[in-house]
């Protein structure tokens, strides 16, 4: 068992992350800060934390193991690199950064100090992503041609924050709170990104409300064509898609859960659906961060993966702002 600090206690994320946390074997948190106490320390107390107002005094206690971060994306760096240059394994909620060289810069901190580090991407530790990510591994479906992924989630609309509605902090629409998710789901199964062509983010109603959708195109390194598209508001919904020269798999989600896929391969083999047991996928991911910083398995989303996310991201919002022109994405 590994005590944590939580940065961000005040928001809808960081409470989420302590609810998940209270059923875990492997952690817990024993502190947490935020800078608006009004807001935090309640939150703090309902969940017998201690509570302080900045990093610094919250790593000045000896009980504090290694820290989560749950705050508005802009602050991730520096404090990523705060909690390295301490010595603790840390952990980010996604997007890790906004811009790759961040992203970078974060991942070298940490490596750099030493620690582990971990990003928020609970989506990767449902049983039916990994169950894909074996597939495609193993080769069944041939030559990898194409990949789709789609995500609608009204969280952005239930659960909106001033901040995501600042351009600067949620770009390209529904692009930075859900559309990452779809974005990491890609890095996983088909590798770094090429090019990407952003080819339309409508916006039908501005924030604090928002109505809008975007769509975009993608050419991967390995040769795999991709397209996306998110919806910030719409019941929750989402699909992933990897097609192949001998079979194609797909998974999806909805209110109703998070357990199944579907396998069709060729020469007129009937479909296979499997079904998986619902998992937490928070609790997961954070059992996963225990492990890595008590010495047990690397974190399952390597750091060049964390950078190549961001990479793409970053050349998505990019094409938007030059009115959908072909960008390339920056690897390495």
Not at 74 to 91: D, M
Not at 186 to 195: E, I, Q, S, V
Request: glycine share 10%; aromatic share 6%; with cysteine.
């Amino acid at each position: 068992m590994i005590t944590m600090g939580l940065v961000g206690v005040s928001g809808w994320w960081g409470k989420m992350l302590l609810h998940s946390a209270r059923n875990s074997q492997a952690m817990r948190f024993v502190h947490a800060c935020a800078r608006d106490a009004a807001k935090g320390a309640p939150v703090a107390a309902e969940y017998g934390l201690r509570y302080s107002t900045s990093l610094a005094e919250m790593l000045r206690d000896p009980e504090v193991k290694a820290v989560v971060i749950s705050t508005p994306h802009s602050t991730h760096r520096a404090l990523i690199e705060q909690v390295a240059a301490a010595g603790l394994p840390v952990f980010c909620e996604k997007p890790l950064t906004l811009k790759r060289v961040d992203a970078v810069a974060a991942v070298e901190a940490c490596r750099r100090a030493g620690v582990p580090f971990a990003v928020g991407h609970n989506r990767r530790f449902l049983p039916t992503i990994e169950a894909m990510r074996r597939i495609v591994a193993e080769g069944r479906l041939g030559t990898l041609l194409h990949i789709e992924g789609h995500l609608s989630n009204e969280n952005s609309s239930n659960n909106f924050a001033p901040w995501r509605a600042d351009p600067e902090e949620s770009p390209a629409g529904g692009m930075t709170g859900t559309g990452v998710h779809v974005l990491d789901a890609f890095t996983n199964l088909a590798g770094p990104a090429r090019l990407v062509k952003a080819t339309q983010l409508l916006v039908t109603k501005p924030a604090p409300s928002p109505l809008d959708s975007l769509s975009a195109v993608i050419e991967f390194a390995n040769g795999m064509s991709g397209t996306l598209s998110t919806v910030r508001v719409s019941p929750r919904f989402w699909r992933i898609h990897v097609f192949g020269e001998l079979g194609n798999v797909e998974t999806w989600g909805d209110n109703a859960g998070d357990t199944d896929i579907v396998i069709r391969m060729g020469k007129g083999a009937k479909p296979e659906r499997i079904t998986f047991a619902e998992i937490d996928t928070l609790q997961a991911e954070l059992d996963a961060f225990a492990a890595a910083a008590t010495g047990g398995p690397a974190y399952p989303v390597p750091p060049d993966q964390m950078v190549a996310t961001v990479a793409v991201f970053e050349a998505i919002v990019a094409s938007v702002a030059a009115g959908g022109a072909t960008v390339e994405v920056t690897q390495g």
